[in-house]
């Protein structure tokens, strides 16, 4: 079975950082799209990033670039998501999720079909 298992939110300061971890397992790593959302409270799903492990192609939401980074240790079988500068906004449960690479590397939720259990991340000044 394929497995996801974010961690690493908690509460930062405005401005602060946090990394998150997404520890996969049940399929071939480097096969499969590695996709970071979240959700605000009261708000949709919100993509932010994915990357594709295999060449460590990325892609970024307008709303998260120059402040976040993806990343991924192939050995480790996990993605990380590196969060600099953060912002009330940026306050949301944080999802990984993963579908396969044949699909091609987006922000499109509905590409994603397997999806692990949210971190909570609350920014506060």
């Known amino acids: 079975d394929v497995q996801l298992q974010a961690s690493g939110g908690g509460l930062a300061q405005t401005g602060g950082s946090l990394r998150l971890s997404c520890a996969a397992s049940?399929?071939?790593?480097?096969?499969?799209?590695i996709g970071w959302f979240r959700q605000a409270p009261g708000k949709e799903r919100e993509a932010v990033s994915s990357i594709d492990p295999d060449d460590g192609r990325t892609v970024y939401a307008d709303s998260v670039k120059g402040r976040f980074t993806i990343s991924s240790d192939n050995a480790k079988n996990t993605v990380y998501l590196q969060m600099n500068s953060l912002k009330s906004e940026d306050t949301a449960v944080y999802f990984c999720a993963a579908h396969d690479s044949l699909y091609g590397l987006g922000l499109y939720p509905e590409y994603y079909d397997n999806w692990g259990r949210g971190t909570l991340v609350t920014v506060s000044s």
């Open positions: 049940g399929f071939t790593f480097d096969e499969y799209i």
